[in-house]
């Protein structure tokens, strides 16, 4: 089954090198086309209005379009074991 496009998800919107540039969907039009903040390498939230979704593989998608970001395969390098957060308090 698909992921469902709604409020507050994070979704990628293809630049024109190439790059993404990470995005909150704040509306839904329908199925497709949403609007979304978009931020900058800065972190600061620009508004972008109908943006239209293009699962395509990377290379072919159009810019200004929306994509579900990739997802990467945890490894053994990058999977933190249970044990290890044990005990760990935040902003310690």
């Known amino acids: ?3 469902q496009v ?3 998800k994070i979704v990628h919107v293809q630049g024109g ?3 993404c540039q990470a995005a909150i969907v704040a ?3 329908g199925h497709e ?3 979304v ?3 900058t390498d800065q972190g ?3 508004p972008r209005t109908s943006v239209r979704q293009d699962e395509r593989p990377v290379g072919e998608r159009d810019v200004g379009t929306w ?3 990739e997802r990467a395969v945890p490894t053994a390098s990058t999977t933190i074991p249970p044990e290890a957060t044990r005990g760990a308090r935040i902003g310690a």
């Open 33 to 35: 086309l949403v609007n």
């Open 6 to 8: 709604t409020v507050g």
């Open 27 to 29: 509306h839904v039009h």
């Open 37 to 39: 903040g978009l931020f």
């Open 67 to 69: 994509h579900w970001p």
């Open 1 to 3: 089954m698909a992921e």
């Open 44 to 46: 600061i939230a620009t």
């Open 17 to 19: 090198r190439g790059e």
